[in-house]
């Protein structure tokens, strides 16, 4: 079974606008991590957000915010205010306490902002 | 900017070659992490390494090996190339201990196999 899924090959927004970006997860971990990351064409990943499963309120950055639901399993990504140099592959990514370091990344989504 | 760097940025290698990468951890972290990105696909564990031993690892042959240094740089090697080994390699670095989750990338280094 797949450890992350994101169901959205590609997304368009408008500049200005909301987007949420889906990820499931799947884990018997009661303990494990939750984290989206930003590649733009240049290649390197760039850490946006982090959510740990014991955290009782969603996590925020700035524009970003995740909304965590445990129950269902899901982190969706939300960005407010999209901006043209939001374009770029958005990546879910989860840490199980049980293999350290280790994380598993989904298929990712790419986004791009329209003008 | 996350204070890791990768060098090369950029190699070409032929087939049953052998290829060494580096990565130089933001101060501070003491371990890091490998992984592969095949072209338009997430990235893939390779291992990690914790004050200078391989602590964990991915679902990789033994002909990628690693190294992490007392000042916690890292080498990724791999033997025999293969085609299949083309890809973007990342290496991430964090802290160690609770609360320090995040690990942070390096801008990578995009080996082409021919």
């Known amino acids: 079974a797949q450890k992350i899924t994101q169901t959205q090959p590609g997304m368009f927004v408008q500049e200005k606008e909301a987007v949420t970006l889906d990820c499931t997860y799947d884990?018997?971990?009661?303990?494990?991590?939750l984290f989206w990351y930003k590649q733009p064409s240049s290649g390197e990943m760039i850490f946006l957000i982090y959510?740990?499963?014991?955290?009782?309120q969603n996590a925020t950055e700035g524009r970003y915010s995740l909304n965590f639901q445990k129950a269902r399993k899901s982190a969706n990504l939300v960005i407010s205010a999209s901006q043209l140099g939001d374009s770029a592959m958005y990546f879910c990514?989860?840490?199980?306490?049980?293999?350290?370091?280790?994380?598993?990344f989904g298929a990712g989504t790419i986004l791009r902002v329209k003008s | 900017e996350t204070g890791v760097t990768q060098s090369p940025t950029h190699l070409i290698k032929t087939r049953g070659q052998q290829v060494t990468l580096r990565c130089s951890s933001q101060?501070?972290?003491?371990?890091v992490s490998w992984y592969q990105q095949a072209l338009g696909q997430g990235p893939q564990f390779i291992f990690q390494y914790y004050r200078e031993e391989e602590n964990g690892r991915g679902n990789f042959p033994p002909r990628f090996s690693g190294l992490q240094f007392p000042n916690y740089s890292s080498e990724l090697n791999v033997n025999a190339l293969e085609l299949d080994d083309s890809a973007l390699y990342l290496c991430?670095?964090?802290?160690?201990?609770?609360?320090?989750?995040?690990?942070?990338f390096g801008p990578g280094t995009r080996l082409l196999v021919l």
């Open positions: 959510q740990g499963s014991y955290d009782q």
């Open positions: 884990t018997s971990d009661p303990s494990y991590g």
């Open positions: 101060s501070g972290h003491n371990t």
């Open positions: 990514a989860m840490r199980e306490e049980e293999y350290g370091n280790k994380l598993v």
């Open positions: 991430a670095s964090r802290e160690g201990g609770a609360g320090k989750e995040t690990q942070y």
